[in-house]
């Protein structure tokens, strides 16, 4: 009886991590496409526009950091649903 319980929490917290993790990895593929269409066009105009001061960390930086944490977070949790599925194997 307990293998099943440890099957359904497993399953769950995996479902959740899976529907929780994907706009994160969507966003901080959105933040690298332009970052690296910012780059083809300073590169296109004959180098950066920018100072040695002016290359500070940016908001977008920021935000890639806040959804990296994110991800990092809820792939745990991805993973500790699946240690539950197997426990609940184990324990059968």
Known sequence: MIN???WLAGIALLAVAIWRIRAPL?????LDR????AARYDSWR???????ADRERTGADEMRALMRRQVLIWAAAGVAGVVLIV???AIR
Do not use: D, I, K, W
């Open 4 to 6: 099943v319980v440890l």
């Open 46 to 52: 004959g180098g950066s526009r920018l100072t040695a």
């Open 34 to 37: 332009l970052a690296q269409n």
């Open 26 to 30: 969507g966003r901080m593929n959105e």
């Open 87 to 89: 426990a609940g194997f």
